[in-house]
């Protein structure tokens, strides 16, 4: 099956720095990307849609400042928390669509904000 | 797209099938039920996925009811690895395609 990465695979910060979540689709072009939250003990939750050379559509409740999201290329979607707070940490998830019919997601990222 | 209702957990005995249900009672025609599991700390792996008829993969079979308002997914020789949270979902092939996770089964296979 299509495989997608994520890096870092975890991540330590101090509260208020900026930290970059990077989503890989690494055999398939993928036009649109997900990126999830999931908190301890919890489904994850959708916090938006990246599409590839347009802006990206975050979910109700869902700060794009605070979680700006670039698509720039086919493959490769970012993720940057700023000004991270402790409660910010969770387990953040992104997967690619591959084909119409099925997503693929990555191994996740766990941030831990001190 | 449709809400779905699973069992919050299940046991199962290691090399017995497991049979997960879901009530999807309001799906519509056009909607797919797709399955997905997660293993602790890892990211989602795509199951299967039908829209009418039975389907069968080398991980699992997915059973649909003739009215679409149930299925079963089965794990037909549960081993240890297959420990995880089992989520059912339905959605549309085109359109929104982000996926909405309910809160899954979480399935224990038992030495």
């Known amino acids: 099956g299509a495989v997608v990465s994520q890096h870092p695979s975890r991540v330590i910060c101090k509260s208020g720095t900026s930290v970059k979540i990077e989503c890989r689709s690494l055999?398939?072009?993928?036009?649109?990307m997900f990126w999830y939250r999931q908190f301890p003990k919890k489904s994850l939750m959708l916090m938006a849609t990246?599409?590839?050379?347009?802006?990206?559509?975050?979910e109700q409740g869902v700060e794009k400042d605070k979680f700006l999201i670039n698509h720039a290329s086919l493959t490769l979607s970012t993720l940057t928390v700023t000004s991270a707070h402790p409660e910010d940490s969770s387990f953040y998830i992104c997967s690619a669509e591959f084909l119409r019919n099925e997503q693929f997601f990555g191994p996740g990222t766990r941030l831990t904000v001190l | 797209d449709a809400k779905t209702t699973q069992p919050p957990s299940m046991d199962c005995a290691e090399g017995r099938a497991a049979n997960l249900p879901c009530n999807h009672s309001t799906i519509s025609g056009n909607e797919y039920v797709y399955w997905y599991r997660q293993i602790h700390s890892q990211g989602p792996q795509y199951i299967i996925h039908?829209?009418?008829n039975n389907e069968t993969n080398e991980m699992a079979s997915l059973i649909i009811t003739e009215d679409r308002k149930s299925s079963t997914l089965i794990l037909p020789h549960a081993t240890l690895r297959d420990t995880a949270v089992y989520y059912c979902i339905v959605r549309l092939q085109t359109g929104a395609n982000n996926l909405f996770f309910g809160t899954g089964t979480r399935l224990t296979v038992i030495p």
């Open positions: 990246s599409n590839e050379g347009s802006k990206a559509t975050y």
């Open positions: 055999d398939f072009q993928a036009t649109t």
């Open positions: 039908g829209l009418k």
